[in-house]
Every structure is written in structure tokens, then in C-alpha cells.
């Protein structure tokens, strides 16, 4: 079984920096990409970025470019978003997931096969 546990979130200032981590805990080929997904209220969950074992990555067009970074340690089964430069519009329940490619960050179906809790990030003006 896979478990995927969040940290990392919490409220900032605008401008402000947050990085997001993932650990993996068991491994199975459905969890060879590792990614988030974030949900605004009121929105629906959409992608943000993936990574894969490979070192294979995507990020959703949805994502300020440049403003967001993906990126994992294996021997840790961990995964990190870097997030910079904080806006409100970024405020969200961000999830990590995990899913055998990156097909569910280019499209709404299928879902990953594993989800983690979620974790709030708020950004203040």
C-alpha cells in the first residue's frame, strides 16, 4: 500500500517562498510519478506538476511559468514543489498524488492512483 503525507503548508505574505514535501511511504509501478494538485474553493482540483523515476516532469499550463518548481529525491521517496513569489491566487489545498505515468496531469482522467490528505497554503496580501 502507498501513503503519500504532505508538509510544508502554511499561511505567507505575498512574495513569500513556501517548498512543499511529499514522502512516500511503499512503492508499487502505479506510483512511479509523484506530482501535486491544488483546489481553490469554489474550484475544481487541477494539476500543478509531476516528476517521474525517470526524471520525466510536466507542469500544468495553469502554473505561473517559472514561478514553480518540481523536483524529488529517490532515496528518500520524496517529493518537493518549490513554490516562489506567492500570490493570493495561489492560495489552495495543495495534494500530492502518485500514478504509474504522467497521464492525469494532462488530463482529467484517470485520477491518480494514490492521494495524500492534502495541506492548506494561504497567501496574505
Known amino acids: 500500500q502507498v501513503q503519500l503525507v504532505e508538509s510544508g503548508g502554511r499561511s505567507v505574505q505575498v512574495g513569500e517562498s513556501l517548498r512543499l514535501t511529499c514522502v512516500v511511504s511503499?512503492?508499487?509501478?502505479?506510483?512511479?510519478?509523484l506530482g501535486w494538485f491544488r483546489q481553490s474553493p469554489g474550484k475544481e482540483r487541477g494539476a500543478v506538476a509531476a516528476?517521474?523515476?525517470?526524471?520525466?516532469?510536466?507542469y500544468s499550463t495553469t502554473v505561473p511559468k517559472g514561478r514553480f518548481t518540481i523536483d524529488q529525491d529517490e532515496a528518500k521517496q520524496t517529493v518537493y514543489l518549490q513554490m516562489n513569489n506567492l500570490q493570493p491566487e495561489d492560495s489552495a489545498m495543495y495534494y500530492c498524488?502518485?500514478?504509474?505515468?504522467?497521464?492525469?496531469?494532462?488530463?482529467?482522467?484517470?485520477?491518480?492512483?494514490?492521494w495524500g490528505r492534502g495541506i492548506q497554503v494561504t497567501v496574505s496580501s
Open positions: 516528476i517521474c523515476a525517470d526524471g520525466s516532469h510536466t
Open positions: 511503499g512503492h508499487s509501478s502505479s506510483s512511479n510519478c
Open positions: 498524488a502518485a500514478h504509474g505515468n504522467l497521464g492525469p496531469w494532462f488530463s482529467a482522467a484517470p485520477p491518480p492512483t494514490y
